[in-house]
């Protein structure tokens, strides 16, 4: 008697039509459960229950970034699902979210930064600057050139991700365990995690990834230097703009 055989695809196979398929959404999960963990640590002190009570521009901040989080998550579900007609209607909606980042993130930045000063006398806090406004325009850049190059998906969603892996800096900061400057590991690590994608799922790494992560690097390490030696030059400059 005959007996049919079905063909069991190789192991490699398997991961590698996982990562095609599931990738994205995952990453959307993980950027968020990254944010969730490192800022449960710190939210109710500073924020929710705070003492003095704070600037209401950082309830403003709370509430976009994390709406820019859950937008990720919904936008990847629907490629995921194969709706992508809605995927791309409700893009100009993330559009103007993600207009909105980094304008908010520098006025919350320079508010915050003013107030710690004054209410707590951390005068470093202004010198923090630096690694706010690296976090801005490493979002800033890679989420426009994705919003012009929606057309192009292999491009499009590579630098979404890595726009949004940017704002993942502020949660890894608030994991107890990562050292003062560790931040940044965890933000390059989530982009070498796409890396590691294209190697397996294409072989080769996507131009996106060739240019972003180490341009993300050698922004951070400038962003660093200026907070932990504080030039002159930056010192008067970050006054000025405090004020």
């Known amino acids: 008697m005959a007996t049919s055989q079905v063909a069991v695809p190789p192991r ?3 991961r590698s039509s996982f990562l095609d398929n599931y990738f994205y959404f995952s990453m959307s999960l993980l ?4 944010v969730v963990y490192g800022f449960s640590h710190t939210v109710d002190q500073d924020l929710i229950h705070a003492t003095p009570p704070r600037p209401w521009i950082l309830w403003a901040h709370g509430i976009v970034f994390s ?9 990847s ?3 995921r699902t194969h709706n992508v007609k809605i995927h791309r209607r409700t ?9 909105l980042i980094p304008v908010l993130g520098i006025s919350t930045a320079i508010v915050m930064d003013r107030f710690n000063s004054e209410m707590f006398h951390a005068a470093a806090e202004k010198l923090f600057f630096s690694v706010q406004s690296w976090d801005m325009i490493a979002f800033t850049i890679p989420f426009w050139l994705a919003v012009y190059w929606r057309r192009k998906p292999e491009y499009h969603r590579r630098l979404v991700l890595v726009a949004t892996c940017a704002l993942t800096a502020a949660g890894f900061g ?3 365990f990562l050292p003062f400057w560790g931040f940044y590991t965890g933000v390059d690590a989530l982009i070498l ?3 590691v994608r294209d190697l397996i799922v294409n072989r080769r790494i996507h131009v996106v990834y060739r240019y972003a992560l180490p341009l993300f690097i050698a922004g951070q ?3 660093l230097q200026l907070w932990t030696h504080h030039p002159a030059w930056w010192v008067r400059l970050t006054n000025a703009i405090m004020g």
């Open 174 to 176: 608030r994991f107890p």
């Open 12 to 14: 490699g196979k398997k």
């Open 221 to 223: 390490i400038v962003a």
């Open 31 to 34: 950027v968020a459960a990254v």
């Open 193 to 195: 995690l796409g890396v």
């Open 67 to 75: 709406g820019w989080l859950v937008f990720f998550i919904f936008q």
């Open 77 to 79: 579900a629907l490629v």
């Open 91 to 99: 893009g100009w909606f993330g559009a103007a979210m993600g207009a």
